[in-house]
């Protein structure tokens, strides 16, 4: 992540501080934020932004930051609930999920903060009001984030005495969550006409053509950094519309000319021929296999593949499995043999080393780990797949929305990414009838009951998959067979 640090800044602190001066105070609830923004507001430009946000207007927004974009000295916000006062930034600071914009007018009074979550605005934090609009994220991730960034800017700045107009140095790309990162952030940069760069350091997927012609101006003036985020796809009902197609698309294609790719493509279709001259037919599966060692685990995942293996017989003679899990940032220097704290890739590498294990007795069986690999290069291999198995959470990401490969996904009762991009023919969701809860496995008492849906692993008893793959592969033609209980 980026930090930017500018000098002459202000020394800021959360309203529970009595020790600071009661205008330097930022109104900061304790627990909830009141989602009464769109009343409270009172210019009527920031009355337009909150609107077009909260009955998903794109344009508009799209507009603005634009504007932000091509201002070559500090751009001009008005305050939004003081009239006719105009403000202007003086930093950014990032935290956890969030963005925070410090602004104030030319006498460093009137101060203001922006907070971008997954929208250009989530929320709005000043001396008199603070709120965020209906469509916000949570009030505890906003909360407890801005209370952090001041905290770590007060004891770098102790000496500050005043603010100075910041100019916009460029965009960050740095959700550290790869479905708020393409679906938040990603999604919207390819749609605007920027002339800024990407300034975060660790992203997920940074498209070449957005560098080119852009370097890093050396700028002397205090700087600040935003989002390019417009709506949230939560907020917009995690619909798939022309913004979600020029992104996948944009992903896909940014992925397959990247240095290196026909030598990947000349060594990929070398194994693959090798693998079939082993078995001595060319009936090989080659099948991209999600798993997780971290949240939202099918527990029989690690068992899976042997029985897959033995109810296919009648029709492959050799399998190749991609399996997919924890994905790296791009231009990252971290080594992910073993895993670190910066890379917590340990739960899948072991979830990976059992699968191999149990996968030793099967000739013509290979198995390719992609954990720690990039977007880009496992959206290279996926190329080679013919069907894939994944989680429905990010972990559908390459195969299905980037790479367009059929195949099935599954989740537990509750949690499914983008369920109107499931198709029902080419890709299907395992029938939530047939899936068990079974609870977080990584918390115990009350910490485990107030899990999200988000952690929560299941079971779906391998027959059911088998069955699917069976009838979408349409294999019944050569043999009448579907799986049984092992």
Request: positive net charge; charged residues 25%.
């Amino acid at each position: 992540m980026l930090y930017l640090q500018n000098q002459n800044q202000k020394q800021v602190k959360a309203n529970t501080d009595s020790h600071i001066p009661a205008k330097l105070q930022f109104n900061i609830p304790s627990k909830k934020l009141p989602n009464t923004l769109t009343q409270k507001v009172r210019n009527s430009e920031w009355k337009k932004i909150i609107y077009a946000i909260e009955h998903q207007k794109v344009k508009p927004i799209l507009e603005l930051i634009n504007k932000i974009d091509k201002s070559q000295n500090s751009p001009c916000l008005p305050h939004p609930f003081r009239e006719s006062i105009d403000t202007f930034p003086t930093k950014s600071i990032r935290e956890g999920m969030c963005n925070f914009i410090f602004f104030s007018d030319l006498n460093n009074s009137n101060e203001w903060i922006l907070c971008q979550g997954t929208s250009f605005a989530d929320a709005i934090f000043s001396s008199t009001y603070s709120g965020k609009h209906k469509l916000s994220i949570n009030d505890k991730t906003i909360i407890n984030s801005l209370k952090r960034a001041l905290k770590k800017e007060n004891k770098q700045n102790q000496t500050s005495q005043e603010n100075n107009k910041a100019v916009f140095a460029g965009y960050l790309l740095d959700q550290t969550r790869p479905y708020h990162h393409f679906y938040d952030q990603l999604k919207w940069m390819v749609h605007l006409k920027n002339t800024k760069p990407v300034v975060s350091k660790n992203s997920f997927f940074r498209p070449k053509y957005l560098g080119k012609g852009m370097r890093l101006k050396r700028i002397t003036e205090p700087t600040f950094s935003m989002f390019p985020s417009v709506i949230g796809s939560n907020q917009m009902g995690m619909r798939l519309d022309k913004y979600t197609n020029k992104l996948e698309k944009v992903v896909y294609q940014d992925s397959l000319r990247s240095r290196g790719i026909d030598t990947l493509n000349f060594q990929w279709n070398k194994f693959i021929k090798n693998i079939k001259k082993t078995s001595g037919k060319n009936k090989t599966l080659t099948l991209w296999f999600g798993i997780s060692g971290q949240k939202r685990i099918w527990i029989e995942q690690e068992e899976f593949l042997p029985i897959l293996i033995e109810q296919l017989k009648p029709w492959f003679d050799s399998f190749v499995f991609l399996i997919d899990g924890f994905t790296n940032y791009e231009n990252s220097t971290y080594k992910t043999e073993k895993g670190s704290k910066l890379i917590p890739i340990k739960q899948d590498l072991e979830v990976i080393n059992s699968i191999r294990k149990k996968l030793s007795p099967f000739p013509n069986t290979s198995v390719l780990s992609l954990v720690g690999e990039t977007y880009r290069k496992k959206i290279q291999y996926c190329q080679s797949a013919d069907f894939f198995i994944a989680n429905a959470g990010a972990g559908q990401l390459v195969p299905h929305r980037f790479c367009k490969k059929p195949g099935i996904l599954h989740s537990n009762e509750k949690h499914c990414v983008f369920p109107t991009g499931i198709n029902n023919t080419t890709v299907k969701l395992v029938d939530k009838t047939l899936v068990k809860d079974v609870g977080n496995l990584f918390a115990k008492g009350k910490r485990a009951e107030r899990s999200g849906t988000g952690l929560i692993s299941y079971s779906i008893k391998s027959e059911v998959i088998i069955n699917m793959v069976i009838e979408m592969l349409e294999l019944r033609d050569e043999g009448d067979q579907t799986a049984s209980n092992p």
